[in-house]
């Protein structure tokens, strides 16, 4: 099994940052994708940003410009920095890892969430 671990969430007033990390572990033998979503209370579950293994960063229109995902592939670990944060991106964010583990299989796995909260 591969599980996630979710870190960075918090309250913030508006016009703030906050850096949102996500750490995979278990029985990884190859990384595809890494993304971020969100679900706001009430709304569907958002893709907010995807960075696949050797590909290009992808952000959904309402956060082009001001956040940012990246990743260290050495520690399986996947980073959303946000900035100039609106009460519109209050959501818990979950972090999305999809590939191979080990036996060859392919996996889907999600982190729990982190509660992440705008003021304004």
């Known amino acids: 099994q591969v599980q996630l671990v979710e870190s960075g969430g918090g309250l913030v007033q508006e016009g703030g940052s906050l850096r949102l990390s996500c750490e995979a572990s278990?029985?990884?033998?190859?990384?595809?994708?890494m993304d971020w979503y969100r679900q706001a209370p009430g709304k569907q579950r958002e893709l907010v940003a995807t960075?696949?293994?050797?590909?290009?960063?992808n952000y959904a229109d309402s956060v082009k410009g001001r956040f940012t995902i990246s990743r260290d592939n050495a520690k399986n670990a996947v980073s959303l920095q946000m900035n100039s944060l609106k009460p519109e991106d209050t959501a818990v964010y979950h972090c999305?890892?999809?590939?191979?583990?080990?036996?060859?299989?392919?996996?889907?796995?999600w982190g729990p969430g982190t509660q992440v909260t705008v003021s304004s």
């Open positions: 999305n890892v999809k590939g191979y583990n080990s036996r060859g299989q392919k996996f889907d796995s």
């Open positions: 278990g029985s990884i033998f190859a990384i595809f994708t």
């Open positions: 960075l696949p293994t050797g590909g290009t960063t």
